[in-house]
């Protein structure tokens, strides 16, 4: 995939793990029970961090992941192993034409993939299919117009202008809000799709601001270069752009919101 943004490289296959970690510890899999023996499968499984998490969760699960560049399928293979988990059948491929039978798994999961993907029908009907009857999906999408901080700055604007405009350029900007109709055009039942918005502030004690303005730095500011010379923008200040963000983690006036949003659905019984 030559227009993935963030590469995959070593230092990012690192952060896709503690970005796992940080949603689990923000709620993300709150109320998603995984139960033993259920066969789950990870659609865009990336370096492995989400079903790292859902071993812990569950580690009675039977874990299949797919991924279509190779060296994400081996990292994600050689964490499940370290995690006790070494029958996790993690395979490259593209997640247009699954490997897998019909009525394969009782859930599919899916986060931060379908911001990629231009068009995600045919991903979302492939998804169905290997779906048991009744079986469930679960996808987290942000939405890239909903990053915003306090104390506003034109640098941070044009960051966050940029990168919107980047994922509509090669995946879809706004895929979080799209959820719902997505998954209804795709065939899904009982679709809901729940915000799980963010909004932090400065408060003594409480480091969860700088937490999540260093976490969102931490994934735009290795894509500043890229975003450059792809969109013929100023690379110095788009980095003056996370500088800004990560000075307001700092900021005692500092406050930052992020909205996500979990779409659950289910194949129809
Ligand atoms: C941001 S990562 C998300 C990883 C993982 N879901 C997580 O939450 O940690 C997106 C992944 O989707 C993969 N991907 C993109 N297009 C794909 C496709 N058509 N089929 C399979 N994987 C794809 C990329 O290679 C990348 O590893």
């Not at 110095?236 to 307001?248: K, T």
Request: proline share 5%.
């Amino acid at each position: 995939m030559s227009d993935y943004l963030y590469g995959y490289g070593p230092a990012e296959q690192e952060r896709l793990l503690r970005q796992a970690r940080y949603w689990k510890r923000a709620g993300l899999f709150d109320g998603v029970e995984f139960r033993p023996g259920e066969a789950v499968l990870e659609i865009g499984c990336g370096a492995g961090g989400v079903l790292g998490v859902i071993h812990e969760l569950q580690p009675a699960a039977t874990l299949s992941g797919i991924d279509v560049e190779p060296r994400q399928v081996e990292h994600a293979s050689a964490h499940l192993r370290e995690l006790g988990a070494p029958d996790a059948d993690v395979v490259a491929g593209d997640a247009t034409e699954l490997p897998w039978v019909d009525g394969t798994f009782d859930t599919v999961w899916m986060s931060w993939f379908l911001e990629h993907l231009v068009d995600p029908r045919r991903v979302l009907e492939e998804a169905r299919r290997v779906l048991k009857r009744g079986g469930r999906i679960v996808v987290c999408e942000t939405d890239y117009s909903t990053f915003k901080v306090h104390p506003e700055s034109p640098n941070y604007d044009y960051l966050e202008q940029a990168q919107y405009d980047y994922f509509e350029r090669h995946g879809c900007a706004t895929a979080g809000r799209l959820l719902g109709p997505w998954l209804t055009a795709a065939g899904f039942v009982e679709v809901q799709n729940v915000l799980a918005g963010f909004h932090h502030y400065q408060v003594p004690g409480d480091d969860r601001l700088s937490q999540h303005a260093n976490y969102v730095a931490e994934f735009i500011e290795p894509t500043v270069e890229r975003l450059a010379t792809s969109l013929d923008l100023d690379a110095d200040r788009l980095q003056l752009g996370v500088e800004h963000l990560r000075s307001v983690g700092a900021d005692p006036r500092g406050a930052m919101t992020q909205i996500v949003y979990r779409a659950l659905a289910r194949r129809a019984g």
